[in-house]
């Protein structure tokens, strides 16, 4: 399963940052394109981090969306209205706009004596 694999990636990073803290949130930058089923991720973590530092915290996962852009008219649209690489406007051959296959720890919360 891929998630598994990802959840476990994400773990050992998440660990490596909190430096020894107990984890809240581990907030997550997921592209569209990164083949990863949400539902499916957030059980994978559960299953990971049971009986480590990042034990009850929470995914918190961004969806980037795919979006493409015309080559001709420029402008820009979701990839998942058309999977056919064409624009709706003009007709033109697009191409993708941004990268949305990244996966990435945005940030990672620990709970803190000072900030509760
Ligand atoms: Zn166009």
């Given at each position: 399963?891929h ?6 990636g ?7 940052a909190s430096?020894g803290k107990?984890i809240?949130t581990?907030?997550?930058?997921v592209g569209e ?6 539902e499916c991720?957030g059980?994978c973590w559960?299953?990971v981090?049971e009986?480590?530092?990042c ?6 996962i961004r969806?980037?969306?795919a979006e493409l852009?015309c080559?001709?008219?420029?402008r ?7 999977r ?7 007709g033109?051959?697009?191409r993708?706009?941004?990268?949305a296959d ?5 940030s990672?919360?620990?709970?803190d004596?000072?900030?509760?």
């Amino acid at each position: 399963m891929h998630e598994m694999t990802v959840a476990a990636g994400i773990l050992s990073a998440a660990l490596g940052a909190s430096r020894g803290k107990k984890i809240r949130t581990v907030a997550l930058v997921v592209g569209e394109l990164a083949g990863i089923e949400e539902e499916c991720l957030g059980l994978c973590w559960e299953a990971v981090s049971e009986d480590t530092l990042c034990s009850d915290s929470r995914l918190d996962i961004r969806y980037v969306p795919a979006e493409l852009v015309c080559r001709d008219c420029g402008r820009k649209f979701p990839l998942r209205e058309n999977r056919m690489l064409l624009c709706p406007f003009c007709g033109g051959e697009a191409r993708l706009a941004n990268r949305a296959d990244e996966l990435y720890i945005a940030s990672v919360e620990t709970y803190d004596k000072t900030n509760t």
